[in-house]
């Protein structure tokens, strides 16, 4: 194959005519047609193959990107076949049987696997995004389920029962039968044999679509963290796709020959509420949640927080450009979204962290993560929906850091709720387990991009460049239910008993939702894991090099030369993460140091509280290996 361009050695396109020109009303799926063909990965154990491969692998990643990027900036003349087809909604469905429902960030419906395995939108015979009718009929009837079930579980509350499990299991089974005489059942009479209401695919609506990021956008999954046996494994795979981003959609269904209009009403408002849960996949992670005026969702957070986040950002992509001096792409910028995932996986990471130093791997991988979190395989809801409101974002959003400008920051309201798979009677455990994680959270990392390592400048080195900002800052602002104590204490001392406390309480509810914890605790657990061999620390000192304290006393320490640390400290860039998270708090730093017994990180410590002007020790106390004991 040839370059489909002068100076560039990676062809973008099978075909070669480099005038190859869609049409405005061609569909994102021409692009995927004319796709390249990838490079193949190589099979080899001899270091100079592998390297070749992954080169190559990198040059499809970055070629993906450029086409995917095509797609979206063509996919802005889609609107007048949105008009159409929004015309042809109400005329079917009528006037009165038709409502728009308002995307409330991405919407990933579908899950069409294109060209290498890119997860696309689901699209109709023109190749143009839109929900299908068989994907709203099922969140109707979904909801209608849990509907029913919910109404049975009220009159029994109301003859003075005692709810159990096993109630709620009964409402379920009844709540599958009864639902039947509303979608149909071969089994069923002649009447209720098929569905009373005929629902139409919703496409997006063509006087919105586009405008202000309204629209077709890149999106990227990144599956970070995975079990491997008993240890989590670390292995960044960065996967684009496309979603729809900030979508209203137009949404007709009308009764059948069988639908009375109190049978038609019931369902719609089953179709309302169930849009409000959300649509599609990863509805717990912020993904597919619709705004319908003017009723209110079902779905209200048991606890919520305001937030700024400084930094290195959250980002939903990274844009690439081809080098021709350095003969490879590059990334030139990086598109900044607060993302309602980039908190779940955090809040996901913490969970397994502390809890596999209370409890067995097989407990927290096979039962208790899933049943919180959700899985794909086995494929498990999860108790958990974390939202995100973005507040406040960059304009644009591949605004780049400057060096002379103040550091970019995003702001947004985290939203934490009980999914509709979660059991009443674990309500409060699961809001004592997520509120007090989600503090820990906030007080020893940060989210995003440089979540290990507190903000810092890089602007007054002798040799500056960019990027200016490395680390992050994230900050709460406001709390909800106010009565939740969340006030950073001005000193250590008071600090040790808060973080003291919210781990007691975290371990209680966690005990709760998993049984008692058994054996000597903490376990030896090595590892990114809060057990015998960790220690978290929280102290003072003075700025070294424009650096909060203890991240300056790493750097003197890990520093090799010429931009290179110590991985045993820092990591690298082959899947080690650093081993040790540092969090500025402004009057003190928090710093947590995994596998702490190691030689160089036992070092790190003996510096850090060598040259500290206060130093105490949070974890690893013997004060909390009896709290331990204390909640089992």
Partial sequence: ?????????????????????????????????????????????????????????????????????????????????????????????????????????????????????????????????????????????????????????????????????????????????????????????????????????????????GNSEKGLAIDMANSIWSWEGDNPSYKPNPNLFLSLRNVKLIVGLRPGKFCDRATFERVRNWLIEGLQLGIGSQVNSGCGAMEIAPTQSLQQPFFQVNFSLTGQLIHSYQKTEWNAQKNKFQTVQSEAEVRAIAFKSMLRYWFRTWARGVLPAEVIRDRLEPQLFGSIQPQIWGWLTCRVEETSHLRPRTQLQGKEGNCLQQQGILKLSYSPQAPEFRYDAIARLFVNLTWLMFHLGGVGQGA????????????????????????????????????????????????????????????ELAGAFEGCLPLPVRGEAIAQFSRIVVCTGDAIADKPFALGILHQQAHLGNGRYDPDLCGDANSNPSPIWIA?????????????????????????????????IVWNNPSVANSLETIN
Avoid at 12 to 19: A, H, I, V
Avoid at 453 to 478: E, H, I, M
Avoid at 484 to 511: D, H, K, S
Avoid at 584 to 608: A, C, H, I, M, P
Wanted: glycine share 6%; aromatic share 10%.
């Fill in 452 to 511: 290990r390592r507190p903000l810092y400048s890089r602007q007054n080195r002798t040799d500056p460049k960019p990027p200016w900002y490395r680390g992050c800052d994230l900050r709460a602002t406001r709390i909800e239910p106010s009565e939740i104590a969340w006030e950073r204490p001005e000193t250590l001392e008071r600090f040790a008993e808060q973080f003291q406390q919210r781990v007691r309480e975290f371990y209680c509810a966690l005990g």
């Fill in 584 to 616: 500025n708090l402004g009057q003190y730093q928090v710093v947590t140091v995994f596998d702490s017994d190691r030689e160089k990180r036992q070092l790190f410590l003996n510096n850090l509280q060598q040259n500290a002007t206060n130093y105490q």
């Fill in 1 to 209: 194959m040839n370059p489909n361009y002068p100076g560039h050695p990676y062809p973008l396109w099978l075909r070669e005519d480099r005038q190859f020109k869609p049409n405005n009303t061609a569909s994102f799926v021409e692009y995927l047609r004319w796709m390249r063909q990838p490079e193949r990965e190589i099979d080899s154990s001899e270091r100079v193959q592998i390297q070749i491969s992954k080169e190559s692998q990198a040059q499809n990643n970055f070629t993906k990107e450029q086409v995917l990027h095509k797609a979206v900036e063509k996919a802005s003349h889609y609107a007048e076949y949105f008009k159409q087809k929004n015309r042809q909604t109400a005329l079917i469905a009528g006037e009165e049987n038709t409502f728009s429902a308002q995307g409330v960030g991405r919407s990933r419906v579908g899950g069409i696997r294109g060209p290498e395995s890119i997860l696309l939108p689901a699209f109709d015979a023109r190749g143009m995004p839109y929900i299908p009718s068989s994907s709203l009929r099922g969140v109707a009837r979904s909801q209608g389920v849990r509907a029913i079930a919910r109404e049975r579980i009220a009159r029994l509350e109301e003859s003075g029962q005692e709810i159990t499990p096993l109630d709620w299991d009964a409402a379920r089974e009844q709540a599958e039968r009864e639902i039947a005489r509303y979608f149909g059942d071969l089994d069923a009479t002649e009447a209720d044999r098929a569905g009373k209401v005929i629902f139409l695919d919703a496409y997006p609506c063509g006087k919105t679509w």
